[in-house]
């Protein structure tokens, strides 16, 4: 045979190969689209994972919903972060409205008075601190009822209330600093987890981002899409899964990898809250045994539009997981942003972040008196300064 014709038949033989390896790789495909595969056998991986599947699984586990809609992330933005004026508007301009009303309506000092409280109840800052917070400034100020002087001295107690919850944050040291996010289900902890992992990544170093959330498909593939974009890892098994497996998954191989930081994306339905709340307990023991201290953080994501039902959801996770902060989300959302105020005087846990949008960048620290510069600033001064400060 001439060679030319051999080497003829070798290309199509294998031509003819590939197409056999291409075809059987969409059976394989297609075939895993139409059944998820089965979660990962953790015992086999890692030792402790035995102790795990020993302890009883809360119920929660329930079967993951149908595949929804792929997720889809809004897109990514250039711009800056929104300022917390901006964020702060609602609230503001509800409450000063009311200030204003309360401080020029009357010359009589009980009306002024009963119009602040009014004011801040309205806002959401709490019966019970809004009665603390009109009583001292009348304390400090008497009969003194220039609005300046009120206004300032209402500003100076708020801050005073703010600052009282403040805590330094916690220090893990050469370990990878652990931060788990619970919250009832729609406050914002997997939007929330996402922007701190873009920003932490930035200030830190490496981040793993664990996907706790094993309840939905959409959840995890959600937290997939984020992380990409913040340039995070993520640690997810399949839909179904034991959350506290992949949390343990995360911290090792973040304690593996030298990673700086991990955050815990927790599910959130209060429907099945005794199995939520055990849960949550299991996921922090078991990150406690691989990485002893962890996890470091435990913060509460409340969506600011919640009002005062926050006391309430901080109680309950509150008594499952000591809390040591608070993120409040959504207060660009809400006219009831005084929560916060509640939130600190009540609680007595910081408020560490806030979310201002729904975009990756729209997350800030939080600072009392920056915040209350923010809340008391005039609109001609939010809209006209274009300087970024808090304040505007
Ligand atoms: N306006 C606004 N929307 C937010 C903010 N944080 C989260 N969201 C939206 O709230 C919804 C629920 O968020 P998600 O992170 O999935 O909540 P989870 O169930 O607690 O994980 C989504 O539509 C988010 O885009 C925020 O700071 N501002
Ligand atoms: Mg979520």
Redesign the pocket.
Known sequence: MHPFDIALILIIAAGAGSGLVFIEVLIQWSLRKARPSPPPRLEAELPQAAELAAEPTPETAEPAAAQPAQYVAPPPTVREPVRIGLGLRKTRENFLARIRAALTGSAKIDDIYEGLEEALIAADVGVEASMKIASAVRAKLGNDNRPDAIRDALKAEIATILMSAERRPADSGDAPLVIMLV??????????VAKLAARLKAERGSVIVAAA?TFRAA?IE?LEVWCDRAGADIIKQSPGSDPAAVAFDAVKAAIARKTRTVLI?TA?RLQTKVNLMEELKKIARVVARELPGAPHETWL?LDANTGQNALSQAAIFGDAVPLTGVVL?????TAKGGVVVAVADRLKIPVRFV????AIE?LREFDAREFVDALFASDGAVEQSASGSYAA
């Open positions: 919250g009832v289900n729609g406050v914002g902890k997997t939007t929330t959330d959840a959600q994306d959130g994501v989300a959504k207060l660009d959302s979310g201002l949008g729904e729209d």
